[in-house]
């Protein structure tokens, strides 16, 4: 479908970190800017969202989110929203939510949307319910298990709430070509390689990964592991890895940019998150690379890692299960490659970029209309 010229949207975040949510708001942002849109990011100017961003030629306004500036901050977003003729606004965390979300309803914003991407408890439902209604005309989540949650807790209405996975580029991650090296080693094709790539997190599951590799290396199973990422948990992740004596056999690369490279390097990709997850974007870009993959049936794991045809799925925190559904992966080459072609197919269908923006673009003309005039200050 054609883009309307004159969409001009803002998404803004306020986390300075650098995961899959942040990935998700570049890739809109990017993505509506190919099809003729007006896009800018609101970003503590220290965050790599707010970095990558201007790198991008994306346009960039620092957001200021001290409390004590909070007042001050909303009333000159909102002359700034005003100036912009913004019609879009996406918020996607807490601050940056209430904030700008005050910001975009002074402006009189025709669409205000709350992004959610993990799934969270809400202790005060009757506090959190404003994210997701005064501050929203809109919600959207990455998953079903979310929406249905947000639903539950806050009595949201079916119109009100709206799933949208991450789009994939199938172009970039794909089955064919070159494979990252992971080891040092001159001959890294010894034995297979079993990986974990996400932000180093507690609720990712890598002590449940590695304890599943222990079991494995009990069993007599040959193997390698390595673990793509960073995070608050580094240090944690070192420490299990000597608990469980696999110094010898795991690799922890650090952050790398080179996704698509590792992912067909990887016989096994495992995602045994234990909680918090929407449909992760790793587990679609490893389908669209065509890599085998065991995920734990935490959050929205299962609408992509469908068991039996695109995957296998374990228990959460259940090390001895994964560590089967690896050995499982690892020994039947031939079921595994099928689920894998499966999973390739999946995202091709319905998780490609351009399924994601096509179906961001039908809620926002639900709400915002047929194209109008702008005056466009700046």
Request: glycine share 8%; charged share 20%; net charge neutral.
């Amino acid at each position: 479908m054609s883009t309307q010229r004159s969409w001009r949207i803002v998404h803004s975040e306020a986390s300075l970190g650098w995961g899959g949510q942040e990935h998700r708001v570049l890739a809109e942002l990017i993505g509506f800017r190919k099809r003729g849109a007006w896009v800018a990011l609101l970003a503590p100017e220290n965050s790599e969202i707010f970095q990558r961003a201007r790198v991008d030629g994306i346009k960039v306004q620092i957001l200021d989110t001290r409390k004590f500036r909070y007042l001050f901050t909303a009333l000159r977003l909102k002359r700034w929203l005003r100036a912009n003729n913004v019609q879009v606004v996406n918020t996607h965390s807490s601050r940056d939510g209430y904030l700008v979300g005050a910001a975009a309803r002074l402006a009189r914003v025709p669409l205000l949307i709350r992004s959610r991407h993990i799934d969270v408890d809400y202790p005060n439902p009757r506090i959190s319910r404003h994210a997701f209604t005064t501050f929203a005309d809109h919600v959207l989540t990455t998953s079903e298990k979310i929406t249905g949650h947000l639903k539950s807790t806050f009595c949201l209405q079916d119109d009100h709430v709206s799933t949208v996975p991450t789009g994939i580029d199938l172009a970039r991650f794909a089955p064919d070509g070159p494979k990252a090296d992971l080891f040092e080693e001159s001959n890294p094709d010894q034995y297979p390689v079993v990986g974990m790539v996400s932000v180093l997190r507690s609720w990712k599951g890598h002590s449940v990964f590695l304890e599943a590799a222990n079991l494995l290396k009990a069993q007599g199973v040959k193997a390698r592991y390595v673990i793509v990422g960073e995070g608050p948990v580094r240090e944690s992740v070192l420490q299990k890895i000597s608990e469980c004596n696999l110094s010898a056999e795991t690799s922890l690369t650090g952050y790398r940019e080179d996704i698509p490279e590792v992912l067909r390097a990887l016989d096994v990709l495992a995602i045994p998150s234990t909680g918090h997850e929407g449909i992760p974007q790793i587990g679609l870009q490893a389908l669209a690379c065509g890599t085998s993959v065991v995920g734990s049936d935490a959050g929205g794991i299962p609408e992509i890692i469908q068991p039996g045809e695109t995957g296998r799925i374990v228990k959460t925190s259940d090390a001895g299960q994964l560590a089967d559904a690896i050995a499982t992966s690892l020994m039947d080459k031939e079921e595994s490659l099928r689920m894998a072609a499966n999973g390739r197919q999946l995202v091709e269908h319905s998780h490609g970029v351009g399924h994601m923006l096509n179906r961001l673009e039908n809620i926002y003309a639900g709400y915002v209309g047929v194209s109008q005039p702008m005056r466009i200050l700046s």
